[in-house]
């Protein structure tokens, strides 16, 4: 945690201000392409640049012996991140999937 502080608490006066937190995690998860990265590339399995709803759900092991909410709430999840609604999430999209 120390190291954690000194990297957010920019001012460097031993205190996390909201607006430090609120940058920190808005650097994070904007710089996360590297991770969404790594997580396209385990998911599109035939590696066109794209996950289908499939793909998620074999990715995430969402298989017939989940709970069927769970699958529900997954595609849920796929059909809002899908900005454009051609049924694939790209890289960006991606990040909405798990970052809504």
Do not use: C
């Not at 995430?60 to 796929?78: I, P, R, Y």
Request: net charge negative; aromatic share 8%.
């Amino acid at each position: 945690l120390k190291a954690l502080r000194k990297v957010v608490d920019v001012d460097g006066d031993a205190k996390i201000t909201y607006a430090e937190l609120f940058s920190y995690a808005h650097k994070r998860h904007t710089e996360g392409g590297d991770v969404m990265g790594r997580g396209m590339m385990w998911l599109d399995k035939d590696k066109d640049g794209k996950v289908t709803l499939d793909e998620m759900e074999s990715g995430l092991s969402l298989d017939e012996t989940m709970a069927q909410d769970m699958k529900d709430h997954s595609a849920a999840k796929f059909k809002a991140a899908d900005n454009d609604k051609d049924g694939l999430l790209t890289e960006d999209e991606l990040v909405h999937y798990f970052h809504p």
